[in-house]
């Protein structure tokens, strides 16, 4: 599994785009997505991009 470098979309939310399966074909990849509220993680979000 390959993961990239989290990012921040927003004060408090952040994404993580990740890819599984072999280098160079994966065989799924997505992209997470988590929203904090009261420093707490109150979202997670998985989208599957093609």
């Known amino acids: 599994m390959r993961v990239g470098v989290l990012g921040q979309v927003a ?12 280098p160079g ?14 420093g707490r993680i109150a979202a997670v979000m998985t989208m599957f991009t093609a």
């Open 25 to 38: 074909a994966p065989a799924v990849r997505g992209i997470d997505v988590i929203t904090v509220r009261d």
């Open 11 to 22: 004060l408090l939310t952040g994404a993580l785009a990740w890819a599984f399966g072999p």
